[in-house]
Structure formats: C-alpha cells, structure tokens
C-alpha cells in the first residue's frame, strides 16, 4: 500500500492551517518533540540545502532524518535515515496504524505524510530531523516543530495563488518558519525576507553576505563566518546556484554545533560538502545523447538552469522536453526555454493537474507528445553530437524520465 492511495483523487489538496496536524500528533504521542530539528524554507534550492545539511551531520556521527517532497519515483523517497529510503513494508505498516487518525482529522496528503515522517523519526531515534517545508512556511504542517535552526533560501514567485500576489507577501509566509529565540539562516540579501524576519522580532539573523559570505573560484568556494574560514569547499551538485544552498545549509550546521557544544570538523566538512547528492537537480543521465535532467518549475529557477547550461555547455545546441503542472506560470517557464532551444517538445504527465494538448492550442513552434517515454524519443531523434538535450519543467517529469531511464528509485550507483 502506498500513502497516495488513501487519498484518490485529492492527493494535491492544500489546507492552510496547523490545528488539524497538532491533533494528529497529540494523539499520537507529541513524536515531532522527542529529537531536535532544522526546518528549511524558500522558494527555489531547499531540496539541495536540506541534502547538503543532511550530509554534514551525518559525516558528523549523527543519526538523521531527512523528510523532503515530492518524491521522483518511489514514495518511500520521502522519508529516510541516513539517507536510506523507508523500507516499503514499514512505510504499509505505518499506513495502517495511522489510518485512523489520518481519517480522523481529515488530514490532507502532506500532512499525512508529515505525520508519519515524526513518527517513523521518533521510533527510529534519530539525533536530528532534517525538515523541508511543502509550501510556504507558516501553515505548513512541519511547522509544528519548534526548530533548533531555521533556514530560509530566497523567495521568488510561486505559488501566488496561495501564499501572495508580491515577494513581500509570500516572505511574510516563509518567515513563519523561524523562531523568536532561535537563529535564523537568509540565503539572500533579499529585503523581503530580512525585513520581515526584523519586523517579526527575530534576534538572530544570518543573511548573506553579512551573517556569512562565500568566494567562488574555479568550481570550488571559500566559505567565511565568524572567525572561521573554509577554503576551496567543493560541493558535488551542479550549478552556481548550489554554493549558495551549500554555504546556507554549512551556517545552519555550524549554529547548530554552536548552540549544542559540539564540534565541527573541518575535513568531515569537507567530505560532507563534496557528498552530497540530490537526484533530479541539473543531473547528467546519459552521455551519448547529453541529456540533463533539472526539476526548475518556476520562472527564476528556469532562469538560472538555461544560464548555467550555457555556462558548463556553451558549445551545445539544445533541446528542451518540458512538462508542468497547470497551476504554475508555466507559459512563461515555456517562453524562457523556447528562446535558447532549437526544438522543444512539451509532453503531459500521469498527474491529474498536468497541461496538455488542449492547453497548447495558443502557442507555436513547440511539438507536442503525449508522453514522456514518447517524448524522449522525438528529442534523441532530432540530436545529434553537438546536442544537449534538457529536461525540466518539473519534477515530475523529471521523476518519469528517470524511470525510463531504468531507475529503480531516486538514487543513482554513484550515490554511495
């Protein structure tokens, strides 16, 4: 048995509020407060900033938790200790036991999801509990924890339909996060975040590039808090984009050990930072053709992707398979890879909240194909040797390429 199953057609429904989840886990023995954690927010980078903080701790001796979504393949993704999937059999017995208070309190899919992730931590006995939020922050259901350090990454829009028109509008949401007497981690210098973290009477405030700061040279970074410097750190996931989630997740770790007298060894650093794997984010796939894989699913994250392909493969001509969900600006994601590719080719994906064919009937100069897998093979017939053929759009199809691929879940050989 799968958690989704339970839910239908309803797998996608959000419910604001954090009453329906408190309940569950009242009933439930409170687990969400039997280990510390770290709660990380923002729009675009929290899946690699929760893999690279996961990683540092784990390098450190600690047994971890990590709870992140949505998963590429398997569901079981979303629940691990020490990196490892929870087993399937364990996932249907949690399933079981919890049916009942999942039915009771009407709880939505994340929040279900949520709920066993506390528990599964709890009965596990993990040292700490890695958390990335759904959506948002404030009303988000991990937000019921009371986090030793809290991270937030940037925010862009996303989501306007349900946390605000403005950037000002969805910080004041992700800011719901942190805690009045606990550090707050600003991956950004963006005012919208650092001037509602004051407004919210935050003491703690580490924004980049004054709380800490980080030099990149050559494919490697210098990293600078406090009195402390790292030199030539370099993190194993792609793109310039990830020393920032890196040099975020490293505060957050440091502050941590900070608060909890525990030392941070600079070689186990190292080693956590050049670790570190997230499946799915700028992931090379295959050689022969190029192809990429990146779940960007809004405008700045789509952004950045094309730029950092022009930067690691100036050379190449593309070729982008897009896919999204319907209640994204995905016209304008559209628009944004349209303009370097020579060929797109948009496909639907096996989500009820997928666009379509119908949905393309104002827009030109894209093919379309009724599948992934169908997809995928219009794309490598039009390459060639000079081709670079990207995926993105969202992590969903990002999730169904990989399958086709012969991916058994979100890991890789190299993952070990």
């Known amino acids: ?9 309803k797998v996608f429904d959000i419910k604001p509020g954090l009453e329906r989840i408190q309940n569950a886990l009242k ?24 893999a690279f903080l996961e990683s540092l701790f784990r390098k450190h001796g600690f047994k971890t938790g990590l709870f992140t979504s949505p998963h590429l393949i398997e569901e079981s993704e979303r629940w691990q200790i020490n990196r490892e999937n929870m087993p399937d059999l364990q996932l249907e017995e ?4 919890l049916k009942p208070v999942i039915q009771k309190y009407n709880l939505s899919y994340f929040e279900a999801s949520a709920l066993i992730a506390f ?10 509990a890695v958390l990335e939020v759904g959506l948002g922050g404030r009303w988000d259901a991990t937000n019921v924890v009371y986090p030793e350090v809290s991270i937030i990454t940037n925010v862009s829009l996303d989501h306007t339909h349900i946390l605000g028109k403005t950037t000002y509008e969805i910080a004041r949401e992700k800011i719901g996060i942190a805690r009045k007497d606990r ?42 808090f406090k009195e402390l410097e790292l030199k030539n750190l370099k993190p194993s996931l792609s793109g310039r984009r990830q020393f920032s989630n890196c040099a975020s997740a490293l505060t ?5 050990c900070e608060r909890n007298g525990i030392e941070a060894k600079m070689q186990l650093i190292t080693e956590a930072v050049s670790s570190t794997y997230l499946p799915g984010r700028m992931e090379k796939i295959s050689e022969n053709p190029l192809i990429i894989v990146d779940g960007a699913h ?17 050379d190449k001509k593309l070729i982008t398979v897009f896919s999204s969900m319907k209640d994204k600006n995905w016209k304008r994601n559209l628009s944004i890879v349209c303009h370097p590719s ?71 050989t190299a993952d070990r």
């Open 27 to 50: 009933e439930t023995g409170n687990p969400h407060k039997r280990y510390p954690s770290v709660l990380i927010s923002g729009t675009n980078g929290k899946g690699s900033t929760a």
């Open 1 to 9: 048995m799968k958690l989704f199953s339970l839910f239908n057609r």
């Open 183 to 224: 550090p707050l981690v600003i991956g950004t210098q963006q005012t919208e975040l650092i001037s509602q973290a004051v407004i919210n009477g935050i003491k703690e405030i580490y924004h980049y590039p004054i709380g800490f700061h980080y030099r990149i040279k050559n494919g490697s970074m210098d990293y600078f």
């Open 342 to 412: 020579q060929k797109v080719i948009v496909t639907s994906i096996p989500v009820s909240r997928s666009i379509k064919r119908e949905d393309l009937t104002d827009i030109s100069n894209v093919f379309y194909a009724e599948n992934p897998n169908e997809a995928l093979k219009v794309a490598k017939s039009m390459s060639d040797s000079r081709s670079l053929i990207l995926i993105t759009g969202s992590l969903y199809l990002v999730g169904e390429v990989l399958k086709i691929a012969g991916r058994k879940n979100g890991r890789n």
């Open 298 to 314: 809004n405008e700045e994250a789509v952004i950045q992707t094309i730029k950092e392909l022009k930067q690691l493969y100036p």
């Open 252 to 256: 957050g770790f440091l502050l941590f």
């Open 94 to 97: 949690y399933i079981k036991q």
């Open 119 to 128: 528990r599964y931590f709890a009965d596990e006995k993990v040292d700490i």
